[in-house]
């Protein structure tokens, strides 16, 4: 029973102590504005996203970069729907965007990794920022970008959550739950990832390891960009602010989305210990909590209650720092919505099958 109680302190204490970084963290000023902005990149890799590009677009129209330092390059990675003719359309008359086809590989590079290396190849600027066509970003998101990203830094994530209905809502509080761990570990100076929806990359970084079309094909790319451009001892930085805040449009059922986690648990085994051993940690928690016979009803009751206490507060506390703001009720909501989904994510993937991402089927191997 000591064991049981000392798993309890653990926890409480870690929790304790990220919501108390969380809060510390949140007052501290953004980055200030370099004295002069250079000519960025920004490049949108995008497979049938017809659906959803001309949002993203609409959104990258309005930045308040000035529209001469922009190259606004959508590589079309060779759809099946209508997502380059909606683009060609959105795109006449604004000189700053350019539709690139791609349609062969280069070097290992495949699906998504293959179109930015394309697109980083057709990039004439040092700085690329990356993002999805399914993603709106704010009016600032560029400058803001950059104020992060001084001599020596080669790679910055910006947050994102998810937008729509009670389910995207939920999802989006997903995003948000996790980032801001993330984002805690990198200002502790803990390497994790970084998110290829929200990124930048200076191009000397990037050219340090050789592109992707140098590198063994993975799924979760942006995973293994990050830690190649750490390994050749770039420096990185972690954002989690409104200025740079995307939104991403929610999975729509609840197939596409465990369809998508099941792509994401394939990183999760390459992820650092001190991400995983927390992810570990909040498993245990339920299965220590609600074994049978192995606590009073009114203990499992009062720690449960602290644990989601614990939880609204994080949340309260993330959502206040991108902007964002969210019922009460939904925030008790996603207490529930994570267990649930915890174990449909798990069995989905450890049932047999390739991983499905964008009409495309990859080996688990490729991970």
């Not at 129209?61 to 099946?80: C, H, N, R």
């Not at 683009?87 to 604004?94: D, L």
């Not at 993330?182 to 050789?210: E, F, H």
Request: proline fraction near 5%.
């Amino acid at each position: 029973m000591l064991l049981v109680y000392l798993f309890f302190a653990l926890f409480f204490g870690i929790c304790l102590f990220l919501l108390a970084q969380l809060w510390w963290r949140g007052r501290q000023p953004l980055p200030p504005f370099p004295t002069h902005w250079p000519k960025v990149s920004i490049l949108v890799p995008a497979r049938n996203e017809a659906h959803h590009i001309e949002r993203c677009l609409q959104a990258l129209s309005q930045l308040s970069y000035p529209a001469d330092k922009l190259e606004i390059l959508i590589g079309d990675d060779a759809s099946t729907d209508d997502t380059a003719a909606r683009a060609e359309a959105f795109i006449a008359g604004r000189p700053q965007f350019r539709l690139v086809s791609v349609r062969r590989e280069i070097g290992s590079a495949r699906g998504k990794s293959n179109v930015i290396a394309h697109l980083c190849r057709e990039a004439t600027t040092d700085y690329f920022l990356l993002t999805d066509a399914d993603m709106a970003l704010p009016p600032d998101w560029v400058q803001h970008m950059l104020a992060a990203a001084p001599e020596g830094v080669g790679v910055v994530t910006g947050a994102t959550t998810a937008v729509g209905n009670l389910f995207g809502r939920l999802q989006g509080l997903d995003w948000l739950f996790g980032l801001s761990v993330i984002r805690l570990l990198t200002d502790l100076g803990l390497p994790v990832t970084a998110v290829g929806n929200n990124m930048l990359m200076t191009r000397a970084a990037y050219k340090s390891i050789g592109g992707y079309e140098a590198l063994a094909f993975q799924i979760t790319e942006d995973l293994q960009i990050f830690e190649c451009i750490v390994r050749q001892g770039w420096g990185f930085r972690n954002l989690f602010h409104r200025h740079v805040l995307g939104l991403s449009t929610a999975q729509p059922t609840l197939r596409h989305l465990l369809m998508q986690r099941k792509r994401w648990m394939r990183g999760t085994a390459r992820l650092p210990v001190h991400l995983s051993g927390l992810f570990a940690l909040y498993g245990f928690f339920y299965m220590v909590i609600f074994l049978p016979g192995l606590l009073p009803p009114a203990t499992v009751a009062l720690l449960f209650g602290i644990k989601v206490a614990l939880q609204v507060g994080f949340l309260a506390g993330s959502l206040r720092q991108v902007g964002r703001r969210e019922s009460l009720g939904v925030l008790l909501l996603y207490e529930f919505y994570l267990a649930g989904m915890s174990l449909l994510i798990i069995g989905y993937t450890l049932w047999p099958g390739q991983i499905q991402w964008k009409e495309r089927r990859y080996r688990w191997a490729e991970g």
